[in-house]
C-alpha cells in the first residue's frame, strides 16, 4: 500500500521528479568520476614513471 501511494504521489508531482532526476544524474556524474579515478576496467598502475599512464577523460 505504501509503495502505492508514494508511487502515485511521484507520478502526479512534477517538482519532485524533477527534484528526483537531478539527484539521480548528480549519483550517475559522481559515479563516472570514480570510475574513472579508479582506473576502470581493473587496470591498475604498476609504474610509477611519470607519463607511463595515458589518463583519457
Do not use: C, E
Not at 556524474?29 to 591498475?44: D, E, L
Amino acid at each position: 500500500m505504501i509503495r502505492t501511494v508514494q508511487l502515485l504521489r511521484y507520478l502526479s508531482d512534477a517538482p519532485l521528479r524533477r527534484r528526483v532526476t537531478a539527484a539521480t544524474n548528480k549519483v550517475k556524474a559522481f559515479n563516472g568520476f570514480s570510475q574513472w579515478i579508479g582506473f576502470r576496467n581493473g587496470r591498475v598502475i604498476t609504474d610509477n614513471t611519470p607519463g607511463w599512464w595515458p589518463l583519457r577523460a
